[in-house]
Every structure is written in structure tokens, then in C-alpha cells.
């Protein structure tokens, strides 16, 4: 531990090289993304660049990530669920880093049957490392409409948003030598076959005879620290001075938001690392024991 708190120490003072906030108006994933698996038959992108939808099929599914890196950012995707039958498919919108022993963050809806709830299945990664997860029921259907959801990932905290409710928070406890994601991310939203795991713990698997599944995507608003040489994890010069004026950059939650919180955990909360001790076999990591 005492070795992990000083590496991260360090890489706190060894920043990336950013340059100032870039705020993206999204709207047009032609511009903004690219395919990293799958082809334009399951990742279609609308005329006007504003809406996306990615389709899974026994062929393929897809994945896009953005070409931006950021390190820090607010992020706010507008999703709509694959509407029939999805048992076992995984739909996601996450930040994460290149290669294996990413830092990431996760939104995962895990398909069901057509008449049983969505499980919004939560994350966090880092240095390749997860174990971490939350989930949720929702208080709508995440079928019928578009909903927003967002990350707000900034030095202090990483907040996930359902339409402007809080319904997770991460905080930064790297001082207490708990590791924290620092590692420039992109953004990727993907569609894949999960059922090894995703419905009934893998128990029930995808019909196939109901595909093609397809999720939609829309208005994707990014503000966050670009990362100018994504090949640089680390060692680069420093920070823009831009970086800290955005008012998201140093948000934590409001009183009023720990009530929301202290809500959707309440009423909606299905799964937790760290009171679950199936998704911590090892016993429940440190954080779960800091308020
Ligand atoms: C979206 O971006 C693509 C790729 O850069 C471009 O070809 C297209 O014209 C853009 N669409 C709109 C509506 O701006
Ligand atoms: C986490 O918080 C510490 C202060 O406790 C700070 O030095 C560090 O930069 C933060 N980490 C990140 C990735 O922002
Ligand atoms: C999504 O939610 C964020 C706040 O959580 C808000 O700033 C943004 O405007 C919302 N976007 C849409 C399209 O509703
Ligand atoms: C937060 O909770 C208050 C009541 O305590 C409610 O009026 C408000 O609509 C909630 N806001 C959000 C964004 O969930
Ligand atoms: C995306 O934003 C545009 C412009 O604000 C709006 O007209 C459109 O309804 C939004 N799309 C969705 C799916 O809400
Ligand atoms: C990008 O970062 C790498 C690793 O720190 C460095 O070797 C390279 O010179 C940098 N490139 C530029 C253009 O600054
Ligand atoms: C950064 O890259 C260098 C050179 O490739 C490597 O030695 C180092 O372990 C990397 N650091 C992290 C934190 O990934």
C-alpha cells in the first residue's frame, strides 16, 4: 500500500500534457468517433450526425471510441434500449484508457426479457483492475424513451448522473492509498454479447431468433482536459491552466444530491461491492469502509 500511495503521488505531480477545455456541441458521431469493432452495417450513424445505433447480431456487434483524450471531463450521452427481448446483450457508454491495465468507468445496461427490468450494471477500473461494481434498477423504462446519462470524473470524485440524479459517486481516496483512474481515457459505447455473465448471473443466455438488438445513442456533450500526445501516460509537462475554471472541475455532490443518492441507494440499489460479499469475495476493499 505504502508503495501504490507514493506512485500515485507521483504521477499526481507528473501530469499529463493537456491543453485548454475542449467543449464538444456532439452531434455528429461521424466526426467525433470511430469504429474499433464491428462495420457501418452495426454502428449507423443518422444523416445529421446526431443519432447513432449500434446493433448486435450472430454476425457482429460494435464498438466506437472517440478519437479525443481527456484527462477530467463531464460527459452526457443520451441512450435508448434495445426495446424487445435482450436477454444477455450488454449495452455500454465508458471512459477508459488504451491498453490492458486501464483506468475506466462504466455504464452497462444489461438486457432482459421484454417484460423484466433493465439492470444498469456500474464500474470502476484501475490499472486493469475492477471488482467495483454497483447496480441498479431504474425508475422508468430505458426502453421506451431517450434518458441522459453522465460521468463527471474530475480530481475529487467520479459522479455518474441519470438524467441529472446522482446515482453513484467514487471518490478520490488516493491520500488513504486507495488507487484512483488518472490515465487519459476516450470515450467508447459499444453493443456486445454478455450472456457468460450479464442476465440472470449467465444463467440466461441471448435468443438469437430476436436479433438484430439494437441500442440508440444521441447528443453526445463532452467538456473535459484534452490530452495532446496520447502516447504520453504520464510523463508529460503539465496542465493547462484552463483546465481548472470549468465549474464541473472541482463539483462534488451538494447536500441536496446526498439526498438524492441516499434515495436511488435506498430504492434502487440491487447489487454493491462493498455490502455484497459475493462481488467481494476477498472481503470488502478499504473504501467501502470511508464515508
Ligand atoms: C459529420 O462529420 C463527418 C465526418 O467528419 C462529415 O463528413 C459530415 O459532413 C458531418 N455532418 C454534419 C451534418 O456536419
Ligand atoms: C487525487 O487526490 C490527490 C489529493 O488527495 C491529488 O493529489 C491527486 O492529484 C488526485 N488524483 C487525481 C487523478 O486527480
Ligand atoms: C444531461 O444532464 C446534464 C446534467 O446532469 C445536463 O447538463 C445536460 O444538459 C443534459 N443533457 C440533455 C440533453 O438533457
Ligand atoms: C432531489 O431530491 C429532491 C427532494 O429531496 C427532489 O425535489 C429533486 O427533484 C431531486 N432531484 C433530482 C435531480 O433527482
Ligand atoms: C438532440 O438535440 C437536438 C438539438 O437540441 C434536439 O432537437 C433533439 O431532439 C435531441 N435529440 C434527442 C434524441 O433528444
Ligand atoms: C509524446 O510523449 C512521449 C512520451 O512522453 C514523448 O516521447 C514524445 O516525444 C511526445 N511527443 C510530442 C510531440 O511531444
Ligand atoms: C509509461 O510508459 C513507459 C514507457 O513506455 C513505461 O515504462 C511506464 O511503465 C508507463 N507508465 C504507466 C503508468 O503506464
Not at 58 to 80: E, N, T
Not at 147 to 155: D, V
Request: glycine share 6%; hydrophobic share 35%; charged share 15%.
Amino acid at each position: 500500500m505504502g508503495a501504490t500511495s507514493k506512485t500515485i503521488q507521483l504521477f499526481a505531480f507528473l501530469l499529463i500534457s493537456l491543453s485548454s477545455v475542449h467543449l464538444a456541441h456532439g452531434n455528429n458521431f461521424s466526426a467525433q468517433f470511430e469504429i474499433a469493432w464491428g462495420d457501418s452495417e452495426h454502428a449507423k450513424v443518422s444523416e445529421d450526425g446526431s443519432v447513432l445505433s449500434l446493433t448486435l447480431d450472430q454476425s457482429s456487434g460494435a464498438r466506437l471510441q472517440s478519437h479525443d483524450m481527456y484527462q477530467y471531463g463531464r460527459l452526457d450521452m443520451l441512450i435508448k434500449l434495445v426495446p424487445h427481448n435482450s436477454q444477455g446483450t450488454v449495452t455500454t457508454f465508458y471512459p477508459s484508457s488504451d491498453g490492458s491495465d486501464q483506468d475506466e468507468i462504466d455504464f452497462e445496461f444489461l438486457g432482459n426479457y421484454a417484460d423484466k427490468e433493465y439492470v444498469l450494471h456500474t464500474n470502476v477500473w484501475t490499472r486493469g483492475t475492477g471488482h467495483r461494481e454497483q447496480q441498479f434498477r431504474l425508475w422508468f423504462d430505458p426502453r421506451t424513451d431517450f434518458h441522459n446519462y453522465s460521468i463527471l470524473w474530475n480530481p475529487f470524485n467520479i459522479i455518474w448522473y441519470v438524467d441529472d440524479t446522482p446515482v453513484r459517486v467514487f471518490r478520490n481516496y488516493t491520500a488513504e492509498g486507495i488507487q484512483y483512474p488518472y490515465l487519459p481515457m476516450r470515450t467508447l459505447v459499444s453493443i456486445w454479447n454478455g450472456d457468460s455473465w450479464a442476465t440472470d448471473n449467465g444463467k440466461t443466455k441471448i435468443d438469437y431468433s430476436q436479433a438484430p438488438f439494437t441500442s440508440w445513442y444521441a447528443n453526445y456533450t463532452e467538456s473535459a482536459c484534452m490530452v495532446t500526445n496520447s502516447t504520453d501516460n504520464g510523463s508529460g509537462s503539465g496542465w493547462s491552466p484552463d483546465c481548472g475554471t470549468n465549474p464541473w472541475f472541482d463539483r462534488t455532490l451538494s447536500s441536496e444530491e446526498m439526498n438524492n443518492l441516499t434515495w436511488v441507494h435506498d430504492n434502487y440499489m440491487i447489487a454493491n461491492y462493498c455490502t455484497d460479499a459475493y462481488l467481494s469475495p476477498n472481503g470488502f476493499p478499504p473504501e467501502c469502509y470511508l464515508s
